[in-house]
């Protein structure tokens, strides 16, 4: 996978200003399910005003119940309180899981930080076990950064 050309790719999407902010994260995240094979799922949560829960926000995929999520629950929520990438090889073998889908093998969580707050995070499911790696960390955590940048020019 060539991910600086997804990168290139989703960076022009992001700054399409005559989409609305989310309409262009729903694209960005059409595009990195299209693109890459291990990307079954993909989606943003935000934290949700200011209780102490994420919701969800665009998303590409099927459709999850899980809409909203308390902070520490699963890997989204532990992200939200941990403020670190969490990768998980194996969900069958995590405590704190909460499952989306029955054939969901693995995920990444990449939280998503704004002037040094975690506001929100991705969250890549992949119904292949141990489907993530490095590239795919640093990946998205350009498409974070990203998003932030638009997040924050638009609140300007």
């Given at each position: 996978?060539?991910?600086?050309?997804?990168?290139?790719?989703?960076?022009?999407?992001?700054?399409?200003?005559?989409?609305?902010?989310?309409?262009?994260?729903?694209?960005?995240?059409q595009l990195l399910q299209e693109k890459v094979a291990h990307y079954d799922w993909?989606?943003?949560?935000?934290?949700?005003?200011?209780?102490?829960?994420?919701?969800?926000?665009?998303?590409?995929?099927?459709?999850?119940?899980?809409?909203?999520?308390?902070?520490?629950?699963?890997?989204?929520?532990?992200v939200a309180e941990s403020n670190q990438n969490f990768v998980v090889p194996d969900?069958?073998?995590?405590?704190?899981?909460?499952?989306?889908?029955?054939?969901?093998?693995?995920?990444?969580?990449?939280?998503?930080?704004?002037?040094?707050?975690?506001i929100g995070q991705i969250d890549i499911d992949s119904n292949t076990a141990n489907?993530?790696?490095?590239?795919?960390?640093?990946?998205?955590?350009?498409?974070?950064?990203?998003?932030?940048?638009?997040?924050?020019?638009?609140?300007?």
């Amino acid at each position: 996978m060539d991910f600086k050309l997804l990168e290139q790719e989703a960076l022009s999407i992001l700054n399409k200003e005559e989409l609305t902010i989310d309409q262009r994260m729903e694209l960005v995240c059409q595009l990195l399910q299209e693109k890459v094979a291990h990307y079954d799922w993909v989606g943003f949560y935000f934290k949700n005003g200011e209780k102490p829960e994420l919701k969800l926000s665009a998303y590409a995929g099927e459709p999850t119940e899980h809409t909203i999520i308390p902070f520490g629950k699963g890997i989204c929520g532990q992200v939200a309180e941990s403020n670190q990438n969490f990768v998980v090889p194996d969900v069958q073998a995590q405590d704190n899981y909460i499952s989306c889908n029955i054939n969901v093998k693995s995920e990444v969580v990449i939280p998503l930080f704004v002037n040094g707050e975690n506001i929100g995070q991705i969250d890549i499911d992949s119904n292949t076990a141990n489907a993530f790696n490095q590239a795919d960390e640093r990946f998205l955590e350009k498409i974070n950064a990203a998003v932030a940048d638009i997040l924050m020019r638009n609140k300007a």
